[in-house]
Each structure stands twice: as C-alpha cells, then as structure tokens.
C-alpha cells in the first residue's frame, strides 16, 4: 500500500524533548529512533495514562504512541490477552 506523501507523519524534535522531560527519559539530538530507544515495557500502563489525558499536543501523542507500541513489542506476553493492547488498538483505530 502506497501512502501520498502529503500524509506522511514524523515526531518532532520538540515533542521528544517535551515527552522526554514530562516523562524522565533520556533524550540527546543525536538518538537515533528515540521512541525505539526510550520504549519501556514496565511502563506501559503510565505511558498509555498520560496518552489518554488530553494533555498531549498532536505531536507529543504522535510520539508517545510510538513509545507506547514498540513498548508492547517487547513484552514477552500474548498481546491478545492483554486489555492496555486492546485500548491502544482502539486509539490508533
């Protein structure tokens, strides 16, 4: 499937930092797929709290939704089971 590049979608340098901040994560310019980097499974539950508080800009959800998946990829459960998969599933729906 070919997406129009008018549709493209990147994280900001300024919602890292801000998340990066609010969150207490580590942040350099040079990280290199930082919502890879920074993604931690232990703290899906609070990453998934925040994304669902409207305190967000667009940018900032748009990242921490990134964090929040590769998050969920390296947890070593079944996804099925598991009812924070199925809330960010319906969010990126």
Do not use: C, G
Request: charged share 30%; no cysteine.
């Amino acid at each position: 499937m070919s997406i129009p590049e008018h549709l493209w979608r990147f994280s900001t340098t300024e919602a890292r930092e801000s998340l990066a901040l609010r969150l207490k994560l580590p942040y350099t310019p040079k990280m290199q797929d930082w919502e890879y980097e920074v993604s931690d499974s232990n703290r899906i539950s609070e990453f998934m709290h925040l994304y669902k508080s409207n305190e967000l800009t667009d940018d900032e959800s748009f990242s921490l939704m990134e964090i929040i998946v590769q998050s969920f990829a390296d947890l070593d459960e079944e996804l099925a089971d598991n009812p924070l998969w199925h809330q960010a599933l319906d969010i990126i729906s």
